[in-house]
């Protein structure tokens, strides 16, 4: 099978700062525009066990994906109608985490270790999204910014039961709290969907130290105004938090879409067809 | 930890911390905060707390529950809330943790699923009974064991000092829109023209800053290229893209 080359129909740039307030990075990014990799980690726990946390996921991650899409491409479809992309994600997700239990259930300095996720492969006019925790992807199309993830986070199940409004969570003192995270138990709970990309889409994954320091608007005109020089746009990102107090690491991966990128052989396939009659 | 002062004409009685996730209030003695008073119903409001936030709910007492003068039916408490129940004030008083841990502010922490699960278990009777009564469900209730890797969570955020440095604007010098002006009021303006030359101006609270964005060429200011690098602008520069010159300046 040749071997998988999106690079020139994606470009991605990542950053990734400590902030203004903490001494070390617990967040880690890994994008790989050849493949249409992009994971963003967010670790927590003690010492440097956080850091610990998030480079094994974005590390093993892109490792093991990486060797999954040599076997087999991603839009092959199964026996079960799921994608390749699909069922890799979820079992090498899965894997990652209980590789990151185990190393905090054998270190006693590692122990409660955990961290957060948000990745997406990029594949046949789509994306498979699979995210853990609050940490984000948001999609800029037409200008518009939508945020694609919906946290696993306390305050985003009060805000969905009704008990606080959106004005009201920005008050709220319990943020960073997430329901859901790699390495906590043997096992995890990945919510993984598929989307239909577009040229011209740019997708923001970031660490939520982004999200809680820098408005949604903020972001959508940043996004706007600089997807033409993504490496510029991500730094102004991190600088903005920065310059809003910077209350927690800051990391960000930037995806824009240049190209259509249909898997091969699937150039002119009915999934095309059927788009250009909607269209 | 949060917690009430229970006061009645400026007189403080007594201070209650919110260490429980109810804490109700009412004449009768089950409450947890009994006021012995006529205007006060048996069963007058209830308090919710969820780790660090606090909800309190009138229960449809006879003569209702204020906060800071305004009747509520639910409110998300803020520090110095004050609740007026008859002639009784209680004041809520949620100060932000001590300045020492602060780089622990930010730091997530994982409310572990069998602890949501065991909660949303034991508090399943009361918020369908909720639902009956016409009441928004409640949240289900939040274990208050330490979470992993527990650290304090952070005070909500403090609003950041307005920049200190002036607004600044541009000035165009030559070409049609010669002496047209463009206040900077977003945090990023964008000149020139998309896939030929652009650059930004990003305002940011130290002060403006140029940088290019794309196109083969490089602004200049006052004459020189500027390279990759954001460019600080001082007043006056005159920044030159795609043949048009423009002046900045900060407006007094």
């Known amino acids: 099978m040749a071997k998988i080359d999106l690079s020139g129909a994606i470009e991605m740039a990542t950053c990734s700062d400590p902030g203004k307030v903490r001494t070390n990075n617990e967040d880690s990014v890994l994008a790989n525009p050849q493949l249409g990799l992009a994971v963003l980690a967010d670790g927590m726990g ?14 093993v991650l892109g490792c093991e994906l990486e060797h999954a899409f040599g076997l087999q491409p991603p839009h092959q479809v199964r026996e079960d109608g799921k994608t390749w992309a699909r069922a890799a994600l979820m079992d090498r997700v899965a894997k990652t985490n209980a590789a990151i239990h185990h190393a905090a259930s054998n270190n006693a300095q590692y122990a409660g270790m955990g961290t957060t996720l948000v990745m997406a492969q990029f594949f046949d006019n789509r994306m498979a999204v699979a995210h853990i925790g609050d940490s984000r992807l948001y999609r800029l199309r037409d200008g518009a910014l939508f945020q694609v993830t919906r946290d696993h986070s306390l305050l985003q199940e009060q805000l969905d039961s009704g008990l606080i409004t959106p004005e009201q969570a920005r008050f709220s003192q319990n943020k960073n709290l997430v329901t859901r995270a790699m390495g906590v138990d043997a096992d995890v709970d990945t919510e993984l969907a598929e989307h239909v990309v577009l040229p011209g889409d740019v997708y923001l994954l970031c660490s939520d130290g982004l999200n809680d320091m820098v408005e949604d608007d903020e972001i959508a005109l940043t996004l706007s105004s600089l997807s033409a020089n993504l490496p510029l746009c991500a730094q102004q990102l991190v600088d903005m938090a920065n310059d809003n107090g910077g209350r927690d690491n800051i990391s960000v991966i930037l995806v824009k879409i240049k190209q259509p990128f249909p898997a091969p052989g699937m150039t002119s396939g009915w999934k095309e067809r059927v788009q250009s009659w909607f269209s | 930890m949060a917690k009430l002062i229970l006061s009645m004409d400026n ?21 947890d905060i009994q006021i012995d008073n006529l205007a006060i119903s048996g069963e007058h409001a209830v308090i919710v707390t969820i780790l660090n936030d606090s909800f309190l709910e009138d229960l449809n007492s006879t003569n209702g529950t204020c906060v800071n003068g305004q009747q509520i039916k639910k409110h998300f408490l803020q520090n110095n809330d004050v609740i007026e129940l008859g002639k009784y004030r209680l004041k809520y ?5 001590a300045q020492a841990s602060q780089a622990d502010f930010e730091k997530t922490m994982v409310l572990r699923p069998d602890m949501m699960r065991k909660a949303a278990e034991h508090a399943g009777g009361k ?29 909500a955020p403090v ?25 900077l009021v977003k945090s990023l303006t964008t000149l020139g023209k998309p896939g030929v030359q652009v650059a930004v101006i990003a305002r940011r609270p130290h002060g403006y800053f140029l940088t290019h964005v794309e196109g083969a060429k490089f602004p200049s200011v006052n004459g020189e290229a500027i390279d990759t690098q954001a460019h600080e602008l001082k007043d006056h520069d005159v920044i030159e893209l795609a043949g048009v010159k423009m002046e900045f300046f900060f407006k007094l």
């Not at chain 2, 008083?93 to 943790?97: G, K, T, Y």
């Open chain 2, 93 to 97: 008083v949620n100060e932000a943790p």
């Open chain 2, 127 to 155: 918020s369908a009974e909720a639902v009956e009564a016409g009441h928004a469900p409640m949240m289900p209730a939040v274990d208050l064991a330490p979470p992993i890797g527990a650290a304090v969570p952070k005070p």
């Open chain 2, 11 to 31: 007189l403080v009685l007594k201070e209650i911390p919110l260490n429980k996730e109810r804490t109700t209030l009412g004449r009768k003695a089950s409450n």
């Open chain 2, 159 to 183: 609003p950041e000092a307005a920049p200190v440095i002036p607004l600044g604007a541009i000035q165009v010098l030559n070409g049609s829109n010669a002496g047209k002006t463009l206040e």
């Open chain 1, 46 to 59: 003690g010492y440097n066990a956080g850091e610990v946390a998030s480079s094994m996921a974005t590390a």
